[in-house]
């Protein structure tokens, strides 16, 4: 449903808000409400894997194997509602679970953006999220950022506010997750384990699907062609001099349901036609936008390859309770990437 523009925010609210957004009715069709007997289901698998594999590093292939089992076992309804968005996708590019198993009681929300704890402390929550996007693809980190954590915190971070990164806090503009990285990844899951104190961040997603019968035939062969290159995060780059992408069109493969790659804060064209393309891409975007105020038990999956994401802003208080989010990664094709990690390993090598 598209807001209201005599309701769009004064040029001032911009630094918090998209334009568009509402809430609630455009992701029902999308959303998977779990019962509470399924939600006990997944805990028993999270808690077999962390009784046999708790001594293990959370990327060791004989714990990602044990994950893979048991996702398997994963409730019916669960299992077939991923096994049909891995296949056919969704028009808004996203699928919402909720009333998933959560850690009781949770630690207060690291400071420093980087839980320092064991990932046994947090079993549920992290095991739950690695067996759901393991029936997507096979779960995959990058050493360059994060880490290389397969299950990495997304949390507000002191003295980072305005970044765009995920430590930030303020607007996080639309972006595809690492359009820049040669393996980039196919779907991005977010699970929330507390919300922000005033309930109002959403995570932001706009589909390609919902926009294109909009958008002019001659944008669509501008955002065809390779007229285009983004800016290697500096979660990749550790703020080092800026390195970029080769170049590369903003929409490929087929012309009635096409892939799209592109990041309205790193992205740029050198040529007129193509930062034109970009800018009416996100005027329609923004008007397409689903927003979700996650909540403890929600896991967001956003398919990369159809769908931008983003995050509107909020405010952190510092106090161990601030929002916190746990992100994690899968690939469809993990042998393309086999020159590109060591052995066994699924923590892809620094860029
Ligand atoms: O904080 C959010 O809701 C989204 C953050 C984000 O874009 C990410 O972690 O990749
Ligand atoms: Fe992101």
Redesign the pocket.
């Known amino acids: 449903m598209l807001a209201d523009k005599a309701r769009s925010p004064e040029p001032t609210d911009r630094a918090q808000n998209f334009d568009v957004i509402d809430p609630s009715d455009d992701l029902a069709a999308d959303t998977i409400v779990l019962a509470p007997g399924e939600a006990k289901e997944i805990e028993i698998l999270a808690r077999r894997i962390s009784d046999c594999c708790g001594h293990l590093p959370l990327s060791h292939p004989n714990l990602i194997e044990a994950v893979e089992v048991e996702a398997g076992r994963l409730p019916a309804t669960v299992a077939s509602s991923l096994t049909r968005y891995r296949e056919y996708g969704t028009g808004s590019g996203v699928l919402l679970l909720k009333g998933l198993p959560v850690d009781e009681p949770l630690p207060p929300t690291p400071e420093d953006g980087a839980y320092a704890g064991e990932w046994t402390d947090l079993a549920i929550s992290t095991v739950t999220e690695l067996m759901v996007m393991s029936r997507l693809g096979a779960v995959i980190a990058y050493a360059d950022e994060k880490a290389g954590r397969l299950v990495?915190d997304?949390c507000p971070v002191r003295g980072a506010e305005t970044r765009q990164e995920?430590t930030g806090s303020s607007l996080?503009e639309l972006?595809t997750?690492d359009g820049f990285h040669p393996n980039k990844p196919a779907f991005?899951g977010?699970s929330c384990l507390r919300q922000d104190h005033e309930g109002s961040?959403l995570?932001v997603a706009g589909s390609i699907r919902a926009v294109l019968p909009d958008l002019p035939p001659q944008t669509v062969e501008v955002l065809r062609r390779p007229l285009f290159r983004i800016r290697l995060s500096s979660s990749f780059t550790g703020g080092e001099a800026p390195r970029y992408s080769s170049l590369m069109p903003v929409l490929s493969g087929p012309r009635d349901d096409p892939d799209m790659c592109v990041d309205f804060h790193a992205m740029e064209s050198f040529d007129e036609r193509g930062t034109r393309a970009l800018q009416l891409l996100r005027d329609h975007l923004l008007q397409a936008l689903i927003g979700v105020a996650?909540e403890p038990g929600d896991l967001l999956i956003v398919d990369n390859r159809l769908a931008v994401?983003?995050?509107t802003g909020f405010v952190p208080r510092h106090d161990g309770r601030d929002?916190w989010?746990r992100?994690c990664f899968a690939v469809t094709d993990i042998r393309a990437s086999r020159g590109s990690r060591p052995p066994k390993s699924r923590v892809h090598e620094p860029l």
């Open positions: 990495q997304v995920n996080l972006h997750e991005i977010l961040a995570t996650m994401h983003g995050r929002r989010l992100r």
